[in-house]
């Protein structure tokens, strides 16, 4: 095992504004008295609700199961009541059918929830499945469910499987504290994708800003064949699955394709820790690390969250908003979906709640284009921002189609850097929109 300091083209360097977190242990949050667990917190069809209002459900219980392949199921994290099946605000800025339970504070947990056994007992498609019953989707903020992901084609030839632990994203240090406190889980985890895929080499990629998680996953992999910890150079977006599988092994995804395309599977740290997690103890994904973090907060800090608990109970726990609130986001500020209410559950991809002061979030008045190019030379997929986002404003989907929109991984570098403050990813997501839409009415014909 050896360590190389990789990187890819394009990129900028956003502040990190990590310190606030970056040292603080992992704490276990409050008990929730309520939790609200919507039946979609996965990219794929929503869940069906399995249990009913007055049924009593225990830590560990499946209460909503996934609706076709591409869905992942929910479980309870609480002993209690279910009190009420109803649409619900959730963090993605929707009403989804949620499952209202109060807890008893017992904590009784499922008779089912056993350990499933050693990772040499356990053969591939049992792997698969312990994931896929656990709920375990990608815990980077996508949420794509992880069993999909563990299915390439059969045209696809996957030999690679990496782990991001590159959190780029500023403000965010869930991961870091995964990695220092759990590196066990994590390396028991990519073994297990890696038994699941049948392949022989697995990456762990780790931006340079966490010299201390690098170390502790390495002396955490060392003798292992075939774990490689790889230490990327620190500049966003180096978590982008395009940009890491550049990083680790030299290869391209090409346009328009999968990481399977280059014969990759990616899965975040987090994701890893959850396998490792559903076969060691049997206990499905109820709970997340989530950064709590910002000039908004009085106590920022990384908390052990049960699914379903609101987002203001967490926030009340790190002492409560500080100064004038400017605007709340899930996840990070590049990435991350700014929130209207503070009444929405911590889900499965919540990696953090950030809350900027209202001097912080302000944004300035954006300015006439200067050339300059600035934009061009930030994409990581070698795109023309300032193009794009002039055909979208003109409302020529079209040409920006035919400019590879729908390649774009809307990480905001463009934005970032634009010193006309110009709004270049937010115009080219309403163009990938216009064109996904447009493509699925032609479908429909
Ligand atoms: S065009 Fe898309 S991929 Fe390129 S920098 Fe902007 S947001 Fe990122
Ligand atoms: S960075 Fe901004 S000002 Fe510069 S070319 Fe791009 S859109 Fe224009």
């Not at 049997?282 to 109820?286: D, V």
């Given at each position: 095992m050896s360590i190389r300091i990789l990187t890819f083209k394009g990129g900028t360097h956003p502040p990190h504004s990590k310190k606030a977190t970056e040292s603080l242990a992992i704490e276990r949050a409050n008990e929730p008295k309520v939790v609200v667990i919507p039946m979609q917190q996965h990219i794929g069809a929503p869940c069906e609700p399995i249990v009913q209002v007055g049924d009593e459900v225990k830590v560990g219980q499946k209460i909503g199961e996934a609706k076709g392949f591409v869905s992942s199921p929910v479980h309870s994290g609480v002993s209690g009541k279910v009190t009420a099946i109803e649409p619900r605000l959730y963090s993605g800025g929707t009403a989804v059918t949620c499952i209202v339970i109060e807890s008893d504070m017992k904590n009784t947990v499922s008779d089912d929830i056993t350990p499933k056994g050693s990772l040499s007992d356990l053969s591939a498609e049992d792997i698969k499945n312990i994931i896929k019953e656990a709920g375990i989707v990608g815990m980077g903020g996508a949420a794509f469910p992880t069993h999909v992901k563990l299915t390439p084609p059969p045209d696809k030839k996957v030999d690679t499987v990496i782990l991001n632990g590159a959190e780029c994203e500023p403000y965010l240090t869930s991961d870091h504290r995964l990695m220092l406190e759990h590196p066990e889980e994590v390396v028991f985890g990519l073994q297990a994708l890696m038994k699941v895929l049948g392949v022989k080499k697995g990456y762990i990629g780790i931006e340079t800003n966490k010299p201390d998680a690098i170390e502790k996953i390495f002396e955490m992999a060392k003798g292992i064949e075939g774990i490689e910890v790889v230490a990327l150079k620190t500049k966003y977006p180096q978590g982008a699955e395009k940009q890491l599988i550049h990083a680790c092994t030299n290869r391209e995804v090409p346009s328009g394709g999968l990481p399977a395309d280059a014969g990759v599977v990616v899965n975040n740290v987090g994701t890893a820790a959850a396998v490792a997690k559903a076969i060691m103890t049997?206990?499905?994904?109820?709970e997340r690390i989530v950064t709590v973090t910002g000039q908004g907060v009085n106590n920022p800090g990384n908390l052990m969250v049960k699914i379903g608990t609101s987002f203001r109970e967490v926030i009340e726990q790190c002492g409560g908003l500080k100064g004038k609130t400017g605007k709340v986001i899930a996840g990070g500020p590049m990435m991350g979906i700014t929130q209207f209410s503070l009444d929405v559950p911590v889900i499965k991809g919540t990696s953090g709640i950030l809350v900027l002061t209202e001097e912080e979030a302000r944004l300035p008045e954006p300015t006439n284009c200067i050339r300059c190019g600035k934009c061009v030379e930030a994409c990581p997929i070698n795109l023309m921002p300032v193009n794009l986002s002039a055909y979208s404003l003109a409302n020529k989907h079209e040409q920006a189609e035919a400019l590879n929109a729908m390649d774009c991984i809307e990480c905001g570098a463009c934005s970032f850097v634009c010193p006309a403050k110009r709004p270049l990813v937010e115009s080219i997501r309403v163009s990938k929109r216009e064109i996904l839409a447009r493509r699925k009415k032609a479908q429909s014909k």
């Open positions: 049997g206990m499905p994904l109820i």
